[in-house]
């Protein structure tokens, strides 16, 4: 039985053989299993560990879990065995994909590296997940996002925000690493496609978080000799925070030269001059715009800025709690939200963020309970099979 979404989105047709945990190697699954692709999610006897760090309707369905392994298949293996190795392999056999997260070491004495997957299936896109890329000093260390948000330069920079050494307050490292995973993938199934060659893919999550630091804040230190130290000064200004207005906070960006002669024009702020007219003057200065830009803020209450600034085509926003987004209108209106039926009850998922007009995807499916397809996928073979989960159905 093929999952829910299988004859639909831009990946119909694509098996993948996911040896993956946590969110990182998931989450990248995820999103082509909501494009439409296969997605056979091989767990150990316990299972992957974050069925059990969130709340959810039943052990081993929390949350987090369901989440970003919506529309999969649950097979248990224990690999430690050889009739766990041959079922893998024989999966290996009719995948389009192989993806993992575990370190180099690990995989390969478990005897799937990649010459190990190649030989059994040569046009296979084999994906590495890792912390840090196998060329370097650091290749088997542990990583988490923590770890990786710290090694990057993520407390750091809050640090220069607010005075106080802090992680973001989300799994930005797993996330951003994840979708690097799915380019990646993507762009090797693109060249088979195109040559019918397979070829091995790594994603390390510092090196991928140490160009999304980059990208910006190289900035002068990108010449040699270099300009400036590294740093784009507009994010790393204490005063780039929501505005306090009269009754609340504001998102607001007063950016480009339209947008600033608009707003002064309508405002007439007494400390707006020629000083401040154009962007590389404000750039400059960017502590003191925003300083007198927050200013000018507590004027007015949040809808009144609200109203002008929409009004003046400036962007802004007001400063909303995590709960809100359940409620918004516009994701409401575009549809964003998809209700999928499970065992527990109704589950509300956040749908894919992309649209296609040819090959639209969706939600693929319930997050599968532990082993649920193990006996469909691969039959009974003796003590590689784990029975946790086996006959379940999807939640």
């Given at each position: ?359 639209p995807g969706r939600v ?27 006959g379940g159905g999807a939640?």
């Amino acid at each position: 039985m093929q999952p829910p979404n299988a004859a639909a989105g831009p990946l119909a047709g694509v098996r993948v053989i996911d040896l993956t945990a946590m969110v990182m190697g998931p989450y990248c699954t995820q999103i082509m299993a909501d494009m439409g692709a296969e997605v056979i999610k091989i767990e150990p006897p316990a299972g992957d560990n974050t069925r059990y760090i969130s709340a959810g309707p039943e052990p081993g369905m929390g949350g987090v879990f369901v989440n970003v392994n919506r529309g999969k298949r649950s097979v248990v293996l224990d690999l430690r065995t050889e009739s766990g190795k041959a079922a893998l392999r024989a999966l290996i056999g009719t995948g389009d994909v192989f993806i993992h997260s575990m370190r180099g070491r690990a995989i390969a004495a478990l005897g799937f590296d990649y010459p190990a997957v190649a030989a059994v299936n040569p046009a296979i896109v084999y994906t590495n997940c890792y912390g840090y890329g196998r060329r370097g000093p650091d290749a088997d260390r542990t990583a988490y996002d923590d770890t990786v948000q710290a090694e990057c330069g993520l407390p750091y920079v809050q640090q220069r925000l607010t005075g106080h050494t802090a992680y973001v307050g989300t799994i930005m490292a797993d996330k951003v690493a994840g979708l690097t995973a799915l380019y990646a993938t993507v762009m090797a199934l693109f060249h088979r496609e195109r040559t019918g060659e397979g070829q091995e893919v790594e994603v390390a999550m510092f090196e991928t978080m140490a160009a999304f630091m980059l990208v910006e804040h190289a900035a002068g230190a990108l010449f040699e000799p270099a300009l400036t130290p590294p740093g784009y000064p507009r994010a790393l200004t204490p005063d780039r925070k929501p505005y306090r207005t009269a009754d609340g906070y504001l998102a607001a960006l007063v950016y480009n030269d339209k947008q600033w002669n608009a707003f002064v024009d309508a405002v007439r702020p007494p400390w707006a001059t020629g000083e401040f007219a154009t962007l590389a003057q404000r750039a400059a200065r960017i502590d003191e715009v925003y300083a007198l830009l927050a200013d000018t803020f507590r004027e007015r209450t949040t809808q009144q800025w609200l109203d002008l600034l929409g009004a003046l085509d400036i962007p802004a926003a007001p400063v909303n709690s995590l709960d809100a987004l359940f409620h918004n209108p516009h994701l409401e209106a575009v549809g964003f939200f998809e209700t999928v039926d499970t065992p527990n009850g109704p589950v509300r998922f956040p749908g894919p963020p992309a649209w296609f007009s040819r090959t639209p995807g969706r939600v693929a499916g319930p997050a599968p309970r532990l082993g649920a397809h193990t006996a469909e996928l691969v039959g009974d073979r003796d003590s590689g099979l784990a029975r946790a989960g086996e006959g379940g159905g999807a939640a």
